[in-house]
């Protein structure tokens, strides 16, 4: 095991040193299943933008070639 040594924010290190204490483990053994956790908990890009991509069944099939899709575009409710 490779050994790394960084500087933590007071708050943080009082965190991790509570947290190993109250469980009786090593600091190192907190901060290994933080980054661990982190690292898990990570969604891909496509599931944090899910709900913002439209469904392309949803969209006209000449969407991109009918100019008559973009007379109101840019025009919001008070400009119609």
């Given at each position: 095991m490779k050994t790394l040594t960084v500087?933590?924010?007071d708050p943080l290190f009082a965190e991790i040193a509570s947290d190993a204490k109250t469980r009786g483990?090593?600091?190192s053994e907190i901060v290994r299943e933080r980054l661990t956790q982190s690292g898990r908990?990570?969604?891909s890009l496509w599931s944090?933008?899910?709900d913002l991509v439209i469904?392309?069944?949803?969209l006209p099939k000449d969407l991109s070639v009918n100019k008559a899709h973009m007379k109101k575009?840019?025009?919001n409710g008070s400009d119609r």
């Open positions: 500087k933590l924010p483990i090593s600091k908990s990570r969604s944090r933008m899910e469904d392309r069944d949803f575009y840019g025009k």
